[in-house]
């Protein structure tokens, strides 16, 4: 079945020490799409991938960086963990308008 | 960012009750999305209705459009305890850059 997978699902990180977050499709949507959702709030959109080009959204922190080698994977990078930085991290891909999300990877900093 | 405002936050009914959840927006939208999320997993899209568009069903699902009061409504009928999840409404503007702006979601618990 055609998917998002995001690996890991559960990752404990410490404060400070960097940290990578993968997402891969089998859909071939051209866009990718990392959100930051905290419990019982609305995902928050980080970035999007739109085939190649790179959008950052003006809120992001500096933090937070993203790389997309080809169309199936996209990774997100936190370069230095804070205890704020603890959430729910959700890939999602689109080719129109409905966006199919992953399970999520739930990052823990200690 | 968020656009959307959702009512109620939370709602909470008995299984065979039908479940209306309110969704508000501020700007000109191109459609209008409903998602689901089950507790600790992603987001699973439930149904679009276009900005021309009034009402759409999908199996229980009834949604509706008012433009000229910018919101939407989700009805789910003959609900189950299946269906308890966080419920959240994202449109997309009249520009095309993908993005969604999402509501603030509505908590439904379907008690047995």
């Known amino acids: 079945d055609a998917m998002v997978i995001q690996n890991p699902r559960y990752q404990v990180t410490q404060f400070g020490k960097p940290v990578t977050l993968s997402c891969s499709q089998t859909?071939?949507?051209?866009?990718m799409y990392w959100y930051q959702q905290k419990s019982s709030q609305a995902p928050k959109l980080l970035f999007h991938y739109y085939d190649k080009d790179f959008n950052n959204e003006a809120d992001t922190p500096d933090n937070f960086q993203s790389r997309r080698p080809n169309t199936s994977f996209c990774f997100l990078d936190i370069r230095s963990p804070g205890l704020g930085d603890a959430a729910m991290y959700l890939c999602a891909t689109s080719k129109t308008h409905e966006q199919y999300f992953g399970p999520g990877t739930r990052l823990t900093v200690t | 960012s968020q656009q959307g405002e959702e009512d109620p936050q939370a709602l909470s009914i008995q299984e065979g009750e039908n479940a209306t959840m309110n969704c508000s927006y501020k700007t000109s939208i191109n459609n209008l999305q409903w998602y689901r999320q089950n507790s600790g997993r992603g987001l699973v899209h439930l149904i679009l209705?276009?900005?021309n568009e009034r009402e759409k069903h999908s199996g229980r699902l009834r949604v509706t459009l008012d433009t000229s009061k910018k919101s939407s409504s989700l009805l789910i009928t003959a609900s189950r305890a299946a269906d308890t999840a966080s419920y959240f409404c994202a449109t997309d503007g009249t520009g095309n850059n993908r993005k969604l702006i999402w509501g603030l979601g509505t908590s439904l618990a379907v008690n047995p």
């Open positions: 859909l071939n949507h051209n866009v």
């Open positions: 209705i276009r900005s």
